[in-house]
């Protein structure tokens, strides 16, 4: 054990260990090695983690508000930050035609 660690060393097995783990391991019927095509099927974790990726990208920007604005939208409940962009939105749309 070392003096920096209180956790045991790993004891590698031997070349005729491993081949006897190995051979245990593929006469196991419900633990078969991958075959080619289910490993070519495998995708990162982290591509099927978080939020899907929307259609609708927007951007991330630092804005400053009058107070009385982001408290007439806070006050609309939850999912106000989506409503102020609808009012944005239609604000640009009226004025784009003009």
Known sequence: MSKLSKRPAVAMPTVEEDKAITAAARS??????LTPKQ???MVPLRT??????????????SVRYSPEVVAYFKS???????????????YVE????A
């Open 28 to 33: 196991d019927p419900d633990a078969q090695p």
């Open 39 to 41: 490993l070519k099927e």
């Open 48 to 61: 099927l983690r978080g939020r899907p990726k929307s259609d609708n990208k927007k951007l991330l920007v």
């Open 76 to 90: 609309t409940g939850a999912g106000w930050q989506s409503r102020m962009d609808e009012a944005l939105r239609e």
């Open 94 to 97: 009226q004025h784009r035609a």
